[in-house]
Each structure stands twice: as C-alpha cells, then as structure tokens.
C-alpha cells in the first residue's frame, strides 16, 4: 500500500500468482455515517423522522437506510436495490443468497426507518414473494423504543429453516444493544414478552397486504388494554428484509411496496396478513431462530454416559 497527499493505492498478489494487482479507486465506495448510521450508533440512539417517507419507492430508495454489504461484480449475494416491479411501477428488491463459502454465518439483507411513533400506530405494506424461498426467508421487523431502551420488538416473517439460522438474531441484536448477543436472542426477548413473531403465509408472484395495528397487537399480547399506551412509546423503527442460511443454494427475496405507518382511528384495526388474521396466543413469544445452536450446545454440554 503506498500513501500520499492524493490518496492510496493499495496493491495485491493472489498466493502463488506473480502478477501484481493494483485495486482500481472505483471499488471503494465512500462511507459515512449517513450511509448506514447502525455501524456508528444503537438503534435507540438514532434520531426519528417525523414521519415514514417514500414507502411507495417512486423516488428510489430516498429516505431508507440499507446493510452497507460487499457487493460481487457477478451474482452478488445481496440485492437491496428498487426496480420495476412485477406489475408495474416501483418497489423494494431484497435479496440474500448462499455463497457457497464454508466460513460463512447466515446472513440478512434489509431496508429500514426510524420514524415518530404514532399515537396507534397502524402498519401497512404490500409484500411479494420474488421466488420460493429455500433454508431462507424474509420479514417485517418494528421496534419500540422510548429514549434510547427498546420496549418490544413486533416481527412478521416467512420462510423455512429458522431452526439454523444463529446469526440472524445476534446481528438484530447487536443493532439494538451495540454489542454482542446470544443466538437466543430473540427467544429470551420473548421469554420476556419483549418479542412477538408471527409467522405468515407468503406467496411467491403474489402480492399480499400486511396491515398490523401495532398498538391492539401489543395490547392482546400482553392481556391488558391499553398496555401500550403507557409504554410512552416515542419512535418506531420499521425494517424490511430478507435472510438466509449458510446451506447450499439456500436463498430468500421479497419485493416491497407501499409502506405506511399511520394512526388508527377511533375503533382498532384488524391485523392481517393476505386476509388472514393475525393471532395472538403462546406461539406470539415463541421463535425458532437460533434454536439449532442451543440444541447443540446442549447436546455438548449434557454429561457424558
């Protein structure tokens, strides 16, 4: 690497190859905080909009944070890009693949906002699945925070696999608390009622609606009306995303579109997603994510007979 007042070069040499490259400038993209702000602070310490902007995509991808991810010039194993969508017009694009690298975690791709929590607020987005998922998925995520401390975390996802994927909850985690967190996360957030996973029926080449009152979801949940109101909620981050296995030719993509975070009106808002209700019982707490990393810790600290 050779350094002057103009900038770097930074030369390399494949093992066992004599030719030396010399990194073109073009690859190093600039980075900043503003470009992906969770790499510099928490979640909860991120400043909120006043309200959600762009969730029909037709300025691009304007007013959403994306993962800062290396990016392959061929079949790169994260997409996070708006396009045309089936249909027309614009929507959100993500995608997350297999590399088939043996040093590989599962990995996620996603879009977010942090925005003012609505007094009730109500979410609604259109969600298509771009292919049928394999050892993969995607999801909705919401967080609640008051100041800087989450209050709860609303997830409403799709796929297969969960049982397998132990980064995707320590890398969720790490957003939120700024330091390393047990692939039980989200299952001990929802030993704490923290954390409330539907998992929905997504259709490949269909669009489907998600509409959740946020507000009557967490108020069932906990068994108490009015159970959010006293939280004091004061900024929601919404996340839009897809996630897959380290297994092969696993995979899992979405489209997105039409995004909005309202207020409900006088009476609640039927939560559903593709017309289905969505129910609030004991699976509401419960997750696979992460669970196939605790069942082998167990098998390996069990005593020996």
Aim: aromatic share 12%; with cysteine; charged share 25%.
């Amino acid at each position: 690497m050779d350094a002057a007042e103009n900038g770097l070069t930074l030369r390399g040499r494949l093992a066992g190859v004599d030719r030396e490259y010399v990194y073109p400038p073009s690859i190093f993209r600039p980075f900043s905080d503003a470009v992906e702000p969770r790499w510099m602070n928490t979640l909860g310490a991120l400043a909120a909009t006043p309200a959600l902007a762009n969730g029909a995509f037709e300025q691009g991808p304007e007013g959403w944070h994306a993962c800062y991810r290396y990016l392959a010039d061929e079949e790169p194993g994260y997409v996070m890009e708006v396009r045309e969508a089936p249909g027309g017009g614009n929507a959100l694009y993500v995608l997350t693949r297999e590399k088939g690298l043996t040093w590989a975690n599962d990995e996620l791709t996603e879009f977010y906002q942090v925005v003012a929590a609505p007094a009730r607020p109500v979410l609604r987005a259109r969600i298509a699945l771009a292919a049928r998922f394999k050892s993969g998925g995607g999801y909705v995520r919401v967080h609640a925070f008051r100041e800087d401390r989450q209050l709860f975390l609303m997830m409403f996802h799709w796929g297969e696999d969960q049982y397998h994927a132990n980064f995707v909850p320590r890398t969720i985690g790490y957003a939120v608390h700024g330091r390393q967190q047990s692939w039980a996360y989200l299952q001990k957030l929802g030993e704490k009622r923290e954390g409330m996973y539907w998992k929905v029926g997504a259709v490949p080449g269909e669009w489907q609606e998600l509409t959740a009152d946020i507000a009557a979801l967490y108020d069932e949940a906990q068994g108490q009306e009015g159970a959010y109101a006293a939280l004091g909620a004061e900024k929601l981050v919404v996340v839009l995303g897809a996630w897959c296995n380290a297994r092969e030719d696993a995979v899992g993509s979405a489209w997105f579109d039409d995004i909005a975070l309202g207020s409900a009106e006088s009476e609640p808002v039927r939560p559903a997603f593709g017309g289905v209700p969505l129910a609030v019982g004991p699976e509401t707490f419960q997750t696979r994510f992460g669970q196939g990393l605790v069942d082998q810790l167990a098998r390996e600290r069990a005593p020996r007979k």
